[in-house]
């Protein structure tokens, strides 16, 4: 699974006009779902990233976690992440098909619910306007 996270002080998704899921402060998680990925992983990169400490404690030092700022997540699949970039048209058979992607992302998002957070979402497959005020800004990229 590969993700790309970003603080963010706002984020939202808007599909056909509408706002699917928006957040305040929290991260933005753009999503991609490998053919090779499995519950484990998936399970493991929930929990990193629920455990990621990089919102500013009182000494400015990026010590807090996402819980410790009762912030949100608002999580979009992404199955541009595993584009092949070696010629100038990207191509994306390196993605999971929707059979295995879906479940996964459903999955990321009940790891990050069970832990108690507020999730918000996009809609796998859809044409969606993602917006975002990056806080830092600050991205990390993980890949499992």
Do not use: H, W
Not at 78 to 85: G, S, V
Not at 121 to 140: K, R
Request: hydrophobic share 40%.
């Amino acid at each position: 699974m590969r993700a790309v996270v970003t603080r963010v002080s706002s984020a939202s998704v808007t599909i056909d006009g509408a706002v699917r899921g928006a957040i305040e402060k929290g991260y933005l998680v753009l999503l991609g779902v490998g053919p090779q990925d499995t519950e484990a992983v998936c399970d493991k990169l929930a929990e990193k990233i629920c455990n990621l400490r990089v919102f500013e404690d009182e000494n400015r030092k990026m010590n807090l976690n996402l819980e410790q700022v009762g912030g949100a997540f608002l999580v979009v699949s992404q199955f541009t992440l595993y584009a092949d970039t070696k010629s100038r048209r990207p191509g994306f058979t390196g993605a999971a098909k929707p059979d295995v992607a879906i479940p996964l992302y459903e999955r990321f998002m009940d790891q990050c619910r069970q832990r108690g957070f507020r999730v918000e979402q996009g809609e796998f497959g859809a044409d969606m306007q993602v917006a975002s005020v990056n806080d830092g800004p600050v991205t990390i990229l993980f890949e499992l």
